[in-house]
């Protein structure tokens, strides 16, 4: 497949043009060549470049790619050797950030909340997604639910001795929405990373967090657009998931 026609395809159903976002979202780096094998993954890191030139992809598609918004533009380091290995590799790079984060079908949050068997039923904030639990849980109840879906232990800040009824999540680095999740009636925000200021933000607003890891919280949407993708056009796809404990 011409890689036109795979980005036109991807734009269709992601939709870019609707978002401000921090990096540029599709065709990030050209490749050599027509695509029949892609390999999807969280982030472009070296590691994910070379397991996808290892397996004969044409293409490597993920959530976070490159060349963000106010970070140093030369060519140098670490930046030189990523985009090196890409280019002798012949593979294509496409990124899709903000809109895979809250595409209706198959971004990270509308997938973690299925996944933790949640329907949203209100927005908060900008992309913070929450819903009704039909009985409360307890905390440890949900850690042990939201351990055992993404495979490592979350961590738990602010109240902890209380019964969950609403739960407000958003995928990846979102901590910062704590304050908005509390106001729009959360018990619980769950989300990926943690600052320093997260512990007292999460004490002093009576709500408990939960920093289950970004990389864990943002599988989802890419695993699931790969596998739309294969359906779709019939191209080879895998998903290759490089660990990260962040």
């Not at 790619?65 to 140093?72: I, K, S, Y």
């Not at 019939?234 to 290759?240: A, H, K, M, P």
């Amino acid at each position: 497949m011409d890689i036109r026609e795979l980005t036109a395809r991807l734009d269709a159903i992601l939709n870019p043009s609707a978002y401000k976002d921090y990096a540029p979202n599709g065709l990030q780096v050209q490749g050599a060549r027509d695509v029949k094998r892609i390999a999807t993954g969280v982030t472009a890191s070296l590691a994910l470049i070379e397991e996808a030139a290892a397996w004969g992809a044409d293409a490597l598609l993920v959530h976070h790619g490159w060349f963000w918004r106010g970070e140093d533009a030369r060519i140098t380091g670490m930046r030189y050797g990523r985009i090196r290995r890409l280019i002798e590799s012949g593979m294509h790079l496409i990124a899709y950030h903000l809109p895979l984060d809250d595409n209706a079908e198959l971004g990270n949050n509308v997938l973690l909340g299925k996944a933790l068997g949640l329907a949203a039923d209100r927005r908060f904030g900008e992309f913070g997604l929450s819903a009704a639990l039909k009985a409360p849980v307890g905390v440890e109840q949900l850690s042990e639910t939201l351990e055992a879906l993404l495979k490592r232990k979350p961590l738990v800040l602010g109240r902890t001795d209380r019964a969950i009824s609403r739960i407000g999540w958003c995928t990846g680095a979102a901590q910062d929405m704590l304050e908005e999740a509390a106001a729009a009636g959360c018990d619980a925000f769950i989300s990926g990373e943690v600052s320093e200021r997260t512990f007292h933000e999460a004490c002093e607003l009576g709500i408990t967090y939960f920093g289950c890891g970004h990389h864990a919280t943002e599988r989802f949407g890419i695993r699931a657009l790969g596998q739309w993708l294969a359906a779709e056009t019939g191209l080879e796809v895998r998903f290759i998931d490089i660990e990260n404990p962040v």
